[in-house]
């Protein structure tokens, strides 16, 4: 990924070569690739080269899914309390839309990891929701990541509704560690880890193919950060040349003598 600038106080028209000139890069198209290549692979060994499970049946090729979803929505949430903290001490543009683009791709993820949870609670479980501790934090999450995204589009300027959502955005993470722990802190309907989980077995193919899964979402999290921030790097450029523009047009208006009033607004 490129970076563009230091701080957001000094980004703007005047550096033209400072970030991304495109969406798409030679590296992005090839890691691209590679993700729809993985992602392919990941399918054919999750539903035909992974044998069922004696208990769960077909339902435990989720497994596949479900945790690699879960982490890298963590991952996510972690750049973007990072990012916001950045934004809220050193004003950086560049962090700022980092934090923006992975909290975008951290809801994705989140609601991946609900959705395939659901699927997988109904035959375990006789219902696709229980308020558990691990369910409901988990959807906390989500809320916290659409509150974070709302505030992010709410009319402002641009340095104020980044340090109103970078406020939001330091919760992501405690969120994360209380998700992670509730298993352990509270009885939960919801199992430990399976690779800690006593009494458990995953080997052979199934474990190569669930850490195959997680190498997979790792890599189009990637991928989609670094496109979704070169777009949110260009709708920045845009906007600001915009203003610019349109700054230019009413001196041009105003005429020699009303210049010193448009500057001074």
């Known amino acids: 990924m490129t970076t563009p600038v230091a701080s957001g ?3 703007g028209p005047g550096a033209p070569d400072a970030g ?10 090839v ?8 992602a392919a692979a990941l399918t054919l060994l999750g539903l035909w080269g992974t044998p069922e499970d004696r208990v769960q049946g077909e ?26 903290v950045l934004v809220l001490w050193k004003r950086s543009q560049w962090w700022d839309l980092v934090a923006g683009s992975a909290a975008e791709i951290a809801a994705v993820f989140c609601a991946i990891t609900l959705l395939t949870g659901m699927l997988w609670g109904k035959p375990t479980w006789g219902v696709f929701w229980v308020w558990d501790a691990r369910l ?41 560690i209380l998700v992670r722990q509730s298993v352990e802190w509270w009885r939960t309907l919801h199992q430990e880890p399976t690779l800690s989980l006593p ?35 260009l709708e920045e450029q845009v906007e600001e040349q915009g203003l610019d523009a349109a ?19």
């Open 59 to 84: 339902m435990v090729r989720l497994i596949y899914i479900h945790p690699p979803a879960a982490t890298t929505a963590y991952v996510g949430c972690f750049l973007t309390t990072v990012g916001s």
């Open 31 to 38: 890691l691209g690739v590679a993700v729809l290549l993985g």
């Open 247 to 265: 700054i230019a047009d009413r001196r041009a208006e105003a005429g020699p003598t009303g210049r010193a009033d448009v500057e001074a607004r």
């Open 199 to 233: 009494g458990a077995k995953i080997e052979g193919l199934q474990l190569f193919t669930m850490s195959f899964g997680f190498l997979v979402f790792f890599a189009a999290f990637a991928w989609l950060l670094v496109v979704r921030f070169r777009v949110a790097w």
């Open 20 to 29: 991304p000139r495109g969406v798409l890069s030679r590296g992005t198209v």
């Open 9 to 11: 106080s000094q980004a």
């Open 136 to 176: 409901t934090s988990t959807a906390m999450l989500m809320l916290l990541l659409v509150g974070y995204l709302a505030l992010r589009r709410l009319p402002a300027d641009r340095e104020v509704r980044s340090r109103r959502a970078a406020w939001l955005g330091l919760l992501l993470v405690p969120n994360v």
